[in-house]
């Protein structure tokens, strides 16, 4: 696929979600939840547990699917994509380390939404280093930082991800 036809594709499938997220979210502030399908319920959930962001899922302006300015400008959307992706592996339990690092999360105290968040950041960081290289997105990497981050306190998982993005990986070291 050519670089513009991949940029159109990101775009459109950012409009789709923008949507959906945009109709769930008007869906439950109306008190209409029961009109819901399983999956948009369970995206309900994650919306409502990030209402500060609620401005966004009810400005149509931006239902274009145009991009957030990079580094600059939080973008709402890619958190909940994420939170869903992380949502979907847990409930699968795929990968087994996402389900083992956040019940192992919850057993030092953490809350699941907080447990949430650290499998987003350590899925964010393999994500981007994954479309940085042009290559196929690193399970292995993905699965060994969770494992990795599980034998730490939370205060030391930021740490562990910087250490791992700050060498050249090289899979006979790790």
Same mark, same amino acid.
């Given at each position: 696929?050519?670089?513009?036809?991949?940029?159109?594709?990101?775009?459109?499938?950012?409009?789709?979600?923008?949507?959906?997220?945009?109709?769930?979210?008007?869906?439950?502030?109306?008190?209409?939840?029961?009109?819901?399908?399983?999956?948009?319920?369970?995206?309900?959930? @994650?919306?409502?547990?990030?209402?500060?962001?609620?401005?966004?899922?009810?400005?149509? /302006?931006?239902? =274009?699917?145009?991009? %957030?300015?990079?580094?600059?400008?939080f973008n709402p959307f890619l958190h909940i994509s994420t939170h869903q992706m992380v949502e979907d592996q847990l409930s699968t339990e795929n990968p087994?380390?996402?389900?083992?690092?956040?019940?192992?999360?919850?057993?030092?105290?953490?809350?699941?939404?907080?447990?949430?968040?650290?499998? @987003?950041?350590?899925?964010?960081?393999?994500?981007?280093?994954?479309?940085?290289?042009? /290559?196929?997105? =690193?399970?292995?990497? %993905?699965?060994?930082?969770?494992?990795?981050?599980?034998?730490?306190?939370?205060?030391?998982?930021?740490?562990?991800?910087?250490?791992?993005?700050?060498?050249?990986?090289?899979?006979?070291?790790?």
């Amino acid at each position: 696929m050519s670089d513009n036809a991949a940029r159109k594709s990101e775009k459109v499938q950012r409009m789709l979600f923008r949507r959906t997220v945009h109709r769930v979210w008007q869906l439950v502030k109306s008190g209409r939840r029961g009109e819901l399908s399983d999956r948009d319920d369970q995206l309900a959930d @994650i919306l409502l547990e990030h209402e500060q962001y609620g401005g966004h899922f009810e400005d149509t /302006r931006i239902l =274009d699917g145009g991009a %957030y300015e990079k580094g600059r400008t939080f973008n709402p959307f890619l958190h909940i994509s994420t939170h869903q992706m992380v949502e979907d592996q847990l409930s699968t339990e795929n990968p087994i380390e996402a389900t083992l690092f956040c019940e192992t999360m919850e057993d030092r105290g953490c809350s699941r939404h907080e447990a949430i968040h650290f499998i @987003i950041m350590i899925l964010l960081h393999v994500m981007y280093a994954s479309a940085s290289s042009k /290559r196929s997105f =690193d399970t292995a990497r %993905y699965k060994r930082l969770l494992k990795r981050c599980r034998e730490v306190e939370p205060s030391e998982i930021d740490r562990v991800i910087e250490e791992d993005y700050s060498t050249k990986y090289r899979p006979d070291l790790h």
